[in-house]
Each structure stands twice: as C-alpha cells, then as structure tokens.
C-alpha cells in the first residue's frame, strides 16, 4: 500500500485535514503520517512551520510498511523542507511530492491508496483534485482555449480568487525561458502581480521570481497560460513572447526546442582545437584538500578558449562557510533577524547592478541576471518565513532556499541545470553580506595574473572584465559554461575540466595553452617565450608543400558554418573533417532532414569548389546527444557510440545521408563521407553500401581503433579513404581515457604502439593508392607533421590557427628526410624517445 506524509505549518490544519480525510474512508485506510508544525514555545504555544527533519523522519517511519510514499504540502516553506526531507531521509522507499491542493488532495490519495492504487496512481488522484471543484464553480470555462484568448481567471492558484485575467502565449524562440527572456519577463512584470503557468500541467511561477521562471523548464514551442490582474501587463508580456525575447522566432512543434539557457553560436559550441567535449568533468571531491602540483606538471583539461598566457596564479577567495543549521533564532529576536535578509539582498543586488552598468554584452547580460536573482521577492520571502517560522538564522534560511532552488534547476538538467552556480554565487555573496565576510570573488591585482577556481560564478567571470587577469583553469565546468562563454568573448585563454588545479599554489607561474587544454606548473623561461611565440599565429599561403615542392594539403577541422568561413579566411584547402554533432549539441530531439541541410550547407558554402569531409554523428562518449545516446552506458567510450548509433537507429543515419546529399548537390563543395569510431570491415562495408545508396560518392572510414588500423588493408577494399582520428586511436591503443589528464602521457600520439598502428595504415594506404588523412588534433603538432608525412600520411587537418605552424615546419622538410624521421620516431621504445629519436634524424 501506498502511505502518505501530510506536511503543514499547523499541526491543527494537518490533523483535521486528516480527521476529513479518513471521513472517505472506512476499511483499510491507509497509514498517514502528519509532519507539522515547528514545535512549541516557552508558553507551550505551538510554532506555525515545518520541519525537514521531521518529514523525513515520517518517511522512514513509513517506509518499513509501504511500497511508496505520497508527500503533500500546504503552502511555502512546506515545499521547500519535503524537497529537502528528501535528502535527510534515510530508507530508499519511492517518495513522490505532490503539486496538489493541500486538503483535497489529500482527500483524494487516502481514497485512491486506500483503494489500492500505485504510487504513481495515488499522486495523479491528488494532483487533479481541484478539478471538481473548478468543474463546479465555472462551468462554462473551456476545455481548451485558443491562443491569445483572454477570460476570467479560471485556473487561479489557491489563494488568489481576486478576478484575474488569463493569456495563452507560446514560446517561439529557439532556446525557450532561459536566464534573459526570464530577466525580461521580470522586468516587465515590475510592480504587478503576474504569474505563468507552463501548460498543460506545468509548474507555475511568480514572474518576479527568476529562478521559479527557469524552473518552468519552458521550451519553445511550449503553450504558457499569463495571469494578472491588469491587461496592459499582459499585453506587454505577450509581446515579448511573439518576438522571440528578441533572439528570433521560429515556430517549431510543441516541445522541439531545446532545454538550454543560454543562446550559444556555432563557434561557441565548438570549443576552438579542444578534442570535442560535452561531458562534465569529474568533480574533485569538496571535501578532500587539493593535492599540492609539484613544478614541471602539466595539467590537462579542455580549452575551451583559444590562445597562450603565462603569469602567476591567483585563487578566489575562500568559500563562504556554510552556516550552522542547529542554531535557532529565539522567537524574540527573529523579526530583527529576518530583516537583514532583505538588507542583504538588496545590498547585494545593488552591488550587481552598479558592476552591470560598467560592464558590457554578456558580462552585462549576466551581472543583470545575477541581480535579479539576489533580488528575487520569492527568495526573500521563503528564506524571511524560514526565519519567522523555524527559527534559522538569516543566512541559513538563504543557503536552504537556494539549496531548494539549485535542485529544482539540477532536475531540469541540461544548460538550465548550468544555472546551478549563479544561484550559488548569489547565494554566497548574500550569506556574505549577512555575516560581514569579505565577498566571494575575483581579488583586485595590479599586475597580470591566471585565475584559478574550482568553478567560475558567471559574475566572477564577467568582472574580469578590463582587468589584469590573463587566462582562466578551472576544475570543473564544460565548453557551454559561462566561464567558457565569457572567457570568449574576452578573448581569454581558458582551460577547464583542469583535475588538481585548485592544488597550485598562489604566485606559482603557469603556462596556460587554450588551443591544447594545457596548463605547465612553473616552466622554464625559454618554454614561455617558445609557447607564446608559437601561438603566434602564423599566415598559411594556402597551400601545403614540402621543401621539394611535393603537395601535402592542409586542411581544417570545423565544427559549424562559422568555424567554416574562419577556415576559409585562415587559408585552409578545404576541410578534413566537418565534426556533424558540433551543429546539434543542444538538441533533445533529432534534427529534421531540412535542418540538416541547413547545417550542412552553411559548411559547403565556404569552400566552394574544395574538399569537404563530412563526419556522420559521432554522438556518445564525451559528446553524447540525448536524441542519439542511451544514458545508461556503463562504458559509454566503449559502447553505442559514432557509427554504432546506426545499429539503434538507422533511420538517424540514413536521415543524415539524405541531407548530406541533397546539400552536396545543392553546393559545389566536393564533398566526401566518413564514419567514425568504425571497428570492422563489416561496418565500413555496410556504410560505405549505405552512402553510396544516396549517391554520395567518395566514402570513407576513421581509423580511430586498433582493429581499424590492423584491418586497413580490407578497409581499403571498401572505402575509397581513411582518415586517422588519432585522438580516439590513442586512447584506445593505449587504453587510457583521453578525458584523464592524469593518462596525459598516455594519450600522446608520439607513443610508439600508436605511430606503428599509423604507419601500418599508411603502408596499406600506399599499396592501395589510396588516402590517408590525419584529422585527430596531431594532425596540428608542426613537430609530428614529417613524422605523419613519412609514415604515408596524405593530408592533415587541424584547427585553422595551426595551419601556418604545419605549413612552415613541411617547408623544411624533404620526402626523404619525413621517412627518416618517421622510422626513427616509430622505431623508438617510449614517446619521449620517440621524439629525441625525430629531432635527431631530421639533424642528421
Ligand atoms: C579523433 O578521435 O581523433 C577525432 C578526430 O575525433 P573526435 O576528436 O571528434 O573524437
Ligand atoms: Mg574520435
């Protein structure tokens, strides 16, 4: 049987709701445990609140007898302690929280428990139990309305029963409610009443209230229900719905869009040279103390931001503490207590909006958004009555709303669940201001520093903003974070995902390469001056020679259409691997066919006349895509990944080659085809059998496991050319996840296992007169490249910035002279030696 907690501020209000209930039922009802009230005064009068301890301990006591548990709440704070019971709680019974009426709900889950029903069940009888009473008191409302139709209220929240008027709107721009249109919304609802409910069952939010609006997880194409007492608000709201928030229109199916917060470019999404990425790094655990990095490390993670900088590391100040949950506010004092929050928050929220005003695009953006946040009435309100009710104090009553708030946001996932560190920065900065601590942040230098973080606040980020902070590494965050998104736009070399960073030392010099994801702990003097220079970037003529005049044409890895014309503008031949995924990262559903010829055609048309390879999805591993992933892999580098994904979903491979086709002949790129993470000659005969049916002509395969590279030979009896993912190649010889900078010196294309696979696959390629591509980043190391060239490599393609470094270091070099170096390197027993063993041939 199902059991069910009634959680009230009032011990009364939960024992007569009770006492009602049990009214319905009158054999085997089922066990109702009652958490209400916050206990009792000196006098004995009882404290009106609740409890989280107190819910979860009426949990467990429920669990030894029920196969589930239903949670009902009546209002405010309730909400807030059964989500927060939920993590107190000691049993692993199936606990649901209802959004329902406090009374009939409850009425309605003991009759439907009482009757037998499943947890799922009894939740769904509580959740429509007003509908009998609406149903009764405004008969004539409609089932469905219309868009745009305006009548009286007739889904008031409880509580509201002044006349209210109604609105549908439906979100038609492409990345639905995130941080800015909830900011505008706000903003326009200033001073007025109005709440949005997201149909048809959907959460319903204060449109002050920022984080309530981002929790309705509205998307576009999703239908909003506005409600106000005033009609020019509406008016007002609702046009900014129709123009898309100002970020353009696009009138998808319900439910098409993505659940993402920020509006990201193609070049944005393609973190510029990082080998792709869209899996969150490995948290270090919070409370272990970082281990000191010992001078001559080099940290690896993802550069996110192009570029090199070196200077001394500067840490954020320490966290705020997170302050005592035991303390209890006498009843005498919490008044005084409460209205510090109020203080606090608008203190802080002022300090964000003056910083705002100085700042400007996505810093302002951001810092705008962060104000409102601190300045969020619903905050204030929950975290005052924490207070007033239960006696916190004032800073624990904000780090227990914003625990509430980051959780709801973490449900939704995706970039929403992003939001997760604003809320946490505003968060820290009010506790802050509270306990007269110095404020989180980023310190104030004179002279140019790298800042170093766990994480980045989104206002941290923003506030470096003219000053003297080079580069950013953080521990954590990924290619769409804030950090990542601003470090951008300020042109700031960046690296996160860094594991150990928050162990270097304050004033210890690194080299930060945001083109390589690395970060050197204290190097020589001569390393600086080489890195910088050679981030330099240098022209490329556009055409790959060696000192013989001999072709080896450079190409360019692209992600989208914008890194597209970046290649064209930088020189490169064409492109040598087009990475598909990159264009659909923040898709929940499939791209249509026209989508994807779109996409696609953005890329051909930059290079019109000139080779473009094209990579069918490489979806899974560390850039999953939730249309094309199972999220359950254990092993997910060793599972339904690239190519495999056809085996699930053929249609999804065959969607893509019709568009492929029909952009193909749309342009006059000539394009090519490839699969990648191919580990048989079944699966390259298959492809290749497949692409052709759509009449796409050249097809090729990536040699990014050992199987493929032993199998070259019998690839090239199917295919007409292969391209060496040496990222995956390495990580699979080697075993060694490639997202592990601590398997750093394994995943090195310079080891010997890996240069012998290469050079297998270049012998098989000679044999059979047929191409062999480099487009795995060593297809961009100017020292491997006449390694790669004498090994039968036939074109490189790398990030359009190393093009000119490529070029010049072939230049150098003769055909004769890139074998050399190719047998010396491969003869070699480590990667070390392997490249002592280059640099000494090509002496010689
Ligand atoms: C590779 O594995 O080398 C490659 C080019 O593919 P990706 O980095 O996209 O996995
Ligand atoms: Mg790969």
Not at 760 to 784: H, I, K, Q
Request: with cysteine; net charge negative; proline share 7%.
């Amino acid at each position: 049987m199902i059991g069910i907690v009634a959680v009230s501020h009032s011990a009364r209000l939960g024992e007569a709701a009770l006492e009602l209930a049990l009214q319905m039922v009158h054999v085997d009802a089922p066990p109702v445990r009652v958490a209400a009230g916050a206990g009792s005064d000196g006098d004995g009068k009882p404290i009106l609140g609740t409890d989280a301890m107190a819910v979860a301990a009426a949990i467990d006591d429920l669990a030894a007898e029920c196969d589930g548990v239903l949670v009902l709440m009546d209002l405010g704070s309730a909400v807030m302690s059964a989500e927060l019971a939920l993590e107190f709680r000691t049993s692993d019974v199936p606990v649901r929280l209802a959004p329902a009426p406090f009374v009939e709900g409850l009425l309605a889950a003991v009759v439907a428990a009482a009757a037998g029903g499943a947890l799922d069940a009894v939740a769904e009888e509580a959740a429509v139990a007003l509908a009998g009473k609406t149903a009764q008191l405004q008969p004539t409302a409609p089932v469905e309305a219309v868009p745009e139709e305006r009548d009286q209220d007739k889904a008031a929240p409880p509580g509201r029963e002044s006349a209210r008027i109604t609105r549908r709107v439906r979100v038609r721009n492409p990345l639905g409610i995130h941080a800015r249109p909830a900011a505008l919304i706000a903003e326009t609802s200033a001073g007025a009443d109005v709440r949005l409910r997201r149909l048809p069952d959907g959460p319903d939010a204060s449109a002050g209230s920022l984080s309530r609006l981002l929790v309705l997880g509205a998307r576009r194409g999703d239908e909003i229900e506005l409600s106000a007492a005033d009609d020019h608000v509406l008016d007002a709201l609702a046009a900014l719905f129709e123009n898309g928030f100002g970020e353009g229109v696009d009138d998808a199916p319900a439910g098409a869009g993505p659940a993402s917060d920020e509006p990201v470019s193609a070049t944005e999404r393609s973190a510029p040279a990082a080998p792709a990425s869209a899996a969150p790094a490995p948290a270090a655990p919070a409370a272990l103390a970082p281990a000191p990095v010992p001078p001559g490390t080099t940290l690896r993670g993802r550069g996110v931001s192009a570029g090199v900088a070196a200077a001394p590391v500067v840490t954020l100040a320490p966290p705020v503490p997170e302050p005592d949950a035991a303390a209890v506010i006498a009843v005498g004092g919490r008044e005084t207590e409460a209205s510090s929050i109020d203080r606090a928050c608008l203190a802080v929220a002022a300090d964000l909006r003056s910083r705002a005003a100085a700042a400007s695009g996505d810093a302002h953006d951001i810092l705008e958004a962060s104000a409102l946040l601190a300045s969020d009435p619903d905050l204030i309100a929950d975290a005052t009555a924490l207070v007033r009710d239960a006696g916190r104090s004032a800073a624990r009553a904000i780090w227990e709303v914003a625990a509430a708030q980051q959780k709801a946001l973490e449900a939704l996932g995706g970039r929403t669940a992003e939001r997760v560190a604003d809320v946490r920065d505003v968060r820290d900065r009010i506790v802050a201001e509270i306990l007269g601590l110095a404020s989180p942040g980023v310190p104030q230098r004179d002279e140019p520093f790298v800042l170093v973080a766990r994480d980045l606040s989104p206002a941290d980020t923003a506030a470096l903003h003219g000053g003297r902070c080079v580069a950013l590494v953080t521990e954590q965050g990924g290619p769409t974070s804030h950090t990542a998104i601003i470090a951008r736009s300020l042109g700031l070399p960046a690296v996160v995902g860094v594991i150990g960073a928050t162990g270097l030392s304050p004033d210890t010099t690194v080299l930060v390469d945001g083109d390589r994801g690395t970060v050197e702990v204290d190097p020589e003097p001569a390393r600086i001056d080489a890195a910088t220079r050679a981030a330099v970037v240098t022209p490329f003529n556009g055409t790959g020679r060696l000192a013989d005049g001999s072709r080896l044409p450079l190409l360019a890895n692209v992600g989208g259409a914008a890194d597209a014309e970046t290649a064209a503008a930088a020189g490169a031949e064409g492109i040598g691997l087009f990475r598909t995924e990159f264009c659909f990262l923040d898709r929940t559903d499939a791209p249509t066919v026209a989508e994807q010829v779109a996409a696609y055609r953005g890329v051909l048309s930059a290079f019109p006349g000139r080779k473009v390879v094209v990579r069918t999805l490489d979806a899974g591993s560390d850039k999953p895509l939730p249309f094309a992933n199972a999220d359950d892999e254990q092993n997910p580098a060793l599972g339904v990944r690239g190519l495999r994904i056809a085996r699930r979903s053929p249609q999804l491979l065959d969607d893509q080659l019709r568009a492929l086709a029909e952009a193909a002949s749309a342009e006059s790129a000539l394009v090519e085809v490839m699969a990648p993470m191919v580990a048989s000659a079944d699966e390259a005969r298959d492809f290749a059998a497949r692409a052709r049916g759509f009449g796409l002509e050249r097809v090729g395969v990536m040699i990014e496991t050992p199987s493929a590279a032993l199998l070259a030979a019998e690839m090239f009896e199917v295919v007409d050319f292969v391209s060496l993912g040496t990222n995956d190649l390495a990580q699979y010889t080697l075993a060694a996840d490639r997202l592990l900078g601590e398997l750093g010196d394994l995943n090195d294309p310079w080891q010997p296992a890996v240069l012998r696979l290469i050079g297998m696959v270049g012998s098989a390629g000679r044999a059979a007169n047929r191409a062999v591509g480099v487009c795995g980043e060593a297809g961009g190391d100017p020292t491997l490249a006449p390694v790669l060239m004498g090994l039968g490599v036939t074109s490189l393609s790398m990030t359009p910035r190393s093009l000119g470094r490529v070029a010049a270091a072939l230049a150098a070099v003769t055909p004769e002279q890139c074998r050399r170096v190719a047998g010396a390197a491969s003869a070699a027993a480590t990667a070390a030696e392997a490249r002592s063993a280059a640099a000494a041939a090509l002496e010689r």
